[in-house]
């Protein structure tokens, strides 16, 4: 005996109810690919990807229907992490690392595909796809999908839109990449008028022995409040930057660097900077590893030339100072998580009290089934504000954040668990009125992944 509908709001879902108790109310269609009961004996695939590494995960589960997808990595045969860097020319590089589970124990791989940065989403994510297949082959081949699988090839492998044309080609522009940006914003309401103005070159080379690099860049931003009695209060904040720099590969866990900028800034009292600084960095694990785990020394020495736009606290219009640095950053990402720390000190030779420290540190651990722990935490001592202006700033320029306060630290921290239960399989793709409830597939206000 079916129950009645006793609310108004309950009807679509009531409606649902019958339908789904007395038959179909749509027209039979194709069984719903990749799910549990359409693939008996398919292999179980957790994909782990970071939270800036677009892995299309909807795209995937409707191309790739051999395999079914689960939320926890516990309850997978293959756990896929894809960690991401970007390349030389712009584009990405990614990294699938296959770890084999339970009855695949032991029998782990590791393939890499990279994008081009001209190449549009839909080539990057069927190129992620197509190395997704080829992973999850020798996985699959031992189960009872692996008979009903296939091998074919490209006609012509070198066509435009396939990653082989860009490696296999004479490079008519020995790999140098160039890009241009320019945007313009604006927005209103009754009582406040924002705009802002932006733009950008740079030009790059990235080889295995160098890394050379010119940017440029203007930003303009400009509000304008109007006060209840009729007046009006504009803030505008300028800044520029102009930079060279070249690093070199010494040996396979040495590399050296330098780099020149000259640079300006209304928001740090800064009419003009230009600075040269010096790096050596040495990695414990070979660079090649650097999407899964770094740990890396740095230290850099330079000379700064400044020039105020007005007296600063340390009565001075403008000064020329060395100083140094030293850096330890980690990172690591395994099928457990991911954590990365970075400790910073810096100095002014010409007074040591003038300093600054900082750590910031990063988490994201899988605790046991289901269970995630995220920690984000950041925190500085700021010793080292050459360039304030003499005098107090106006409530406006507080307000209105026209102009750099002087401070002795700067602290943030985030803690968070997440905790995930029920149904382990995730195959179905559903983006009706994504907007609506969200749900399934990351089909909400937040966008869903593609």
């Known amino acids: 005996m079916r129950r009645p509908c006793l609310a108004p709001l309950l ?37 782990d990807c970071g939270f800036r590494t677009p892995c299309y995960q909807d795209y995937v589960k409707t191309e790739i229907t051999y395999v079914d997808y689960v939320t926890v990595r516990e309850a997978a045969d293959v756990h896929v992490l894809v960690t991401v860097q970007f390349t030389g020319a712009g584009g990405r590089e990614y990294t ?52 009903e699988l296939s091998v074919s090839r490209r006609s012509n492998p070198g066509a435009p839109g396939t990653n082989g044309q860009a490696r296999s080609a004479r490079d008519p522009w020995n790999y140098w990449v160039f890009r241009t940006r320019l945007n313009g914003n604006t927005e209103s309401e009754s009582s406040s008028v924002s705009r802002s103005l932006g733009g950008s070159v740079s030009a790059s ?39 060279v720099g070249a690093v070199r590969s010494l040996k396979p ?36 590893e650097s999407t899964r785990r770094e740990l890396t020394f740095q230290y850099l020495v330079g000379v700064a030339d400044y020039q105020y736009q007005v007296e600063t606290v340390y009565g001075r219009l403008g000064e020329t100072v060395w100083h140094h640095a030293a850096r ?19 100095q002014y030779l010409h007074d040591r009290s003038l300093n600054r420290k900082s750590i910031s540190v990063e988490a994201d651990l899988r605790l ?34 026209q102009r750099q306060l002087a401070t002795s630290f700067r602290r943030s921290a985030f803690v968070g668990l997440s905790y995930t239960f029920g149904s382990v399989y995730s195959n179905v793709v559903n983006t009706r ?6 749900g399934g597939g990351g089909g909400g206000m937040m966008g869903r992944g593609r």
Not at 381 to 400: M, N, R, S, W
């Open 205 to 243: 080379r990235v080889t295995d022995a160098w890394k050379l690099s010119l940017s440029a860049y203007q930003d303009y931003r400009e509000n304008k409040y109007t006060y209840s009695s009729g007046s009006t209060y504009t803030s505008v904040r300028r800044s520029h930057d102009v930079t």
């Open 433 to 438: 009125i994504g907007n609506f409830i969200g």
């Open 11 to 47: 009807l679509l879902v009531c409606a649902a109810s019958v339908s789904a108790q007395s038959g179909p109310g749509l027209p039979a269609g194709p069984a719903t690919p990749g799910t549990p009961a359409t693939t008996p004996g398919a292999v179980r695939v957790f994909l």
């Open 253 to 288: 866990r040495w590399s050296a660097g330098a780099k020149a900028s000259t640079s300006a800034s209304t928001y740090e009292n800064k009419d003009r900077v230009i600075d040269a600084t010096a790096a050596l960095e040495f990695n414990l694990f070979p660079y090649t």
């Open 368 to 401: 046991f089934r289901g269970l995630s722990l995220n920690v984000n935490a950041r925190a500085s001592g700021i010793h080292d504000q050459l360039y304030l202006p003499k005098g107090d700033a106006t409530d406006e320029e507080v307000l209105a954040r």
């Open 328 to 346: 330890v950053s980690f990172d690591m990402k395994q099928t457990w998580g991911s954590l990365s720390s970075d400790v910073d000190w810096s």
């Open 96 to 147: 699938l690392k296959f770890v084999g589970q339970e009855a695949f124990k032991g029998l782990d791989d590791e393939v890499t595909f990279a994008t081009l940065p001209t190449d549009s989403e839909d080539l990057a994510r069927r190129g992620f796809v197509r190395t997704l297949q080829l992973g999850l082959v020798r996985y699959a081949l031992r189960t009872a999908a692996g008979r």
